[in-house]
């Protein structure tokens, strides 16, 4: 198994950037996805879940990104995809895509940092 998140960097607040986590090894359509994300210092924090088919596909973000995040899949290139806009300074952590739901999930990548700053 191999995932690789990227797209992070260095953004002004109000900006927006993209993530991408390439997944080999398995089948990210069969499974439920979630983005999960590390402040310096601080817990793990579960961002967002898009649920198995077998779960209604359903998605569910955490309230701090509710509405400015929007996560989603292409099954054709078995990646994951956070498309984060509207970003504040509270949104700087590292972002680690994982397979399963919640703070529980399993990451297997090494992340990718935010940072979101003027």
């Known amino acids: 198994v191999q995932v690789v998140e990227s797209g992070g960097g260095l953004v002004q607040p109000g900006g927006s950037l993209r993530l991408s986590c390439a997944v080999s090894?398995?089948?990210?359509?069969?499974?439920?996805m979630s983005w999960v994300r590390q402040a310096p210092g601080k817990a793990l924090e579960w961002v967002a879940t898009?649920?198995?088919?077998?779960?209604?596909?359903?998605?569910s973000y955490s309230e701090s990104v509710r509405g400015r995040f929007t996560i989603s899949r292409d099954n054709a290139k078995n990646t994951l995809y956070l498309q984060m806009n509207s970003l504040k300074p509270a949104d700087t952590a590292v972002y680690y895509c994982?397979?399963?739901?919640?703070?529980?999930?399993?990451?297997g990548g090494p992340g990718t940092q935010v940072t979101v700053s003027s």
């Open positions: 994982a397979r399963g739901v919640g703070i529980g999930a399993a990451r």
């Open positions: 090894g398995f089948t990210i359509s069969d499974n439920s």
């Open positions: 898009i649920y198995k088919p077998g779960l209604g596909n359903l998605i």
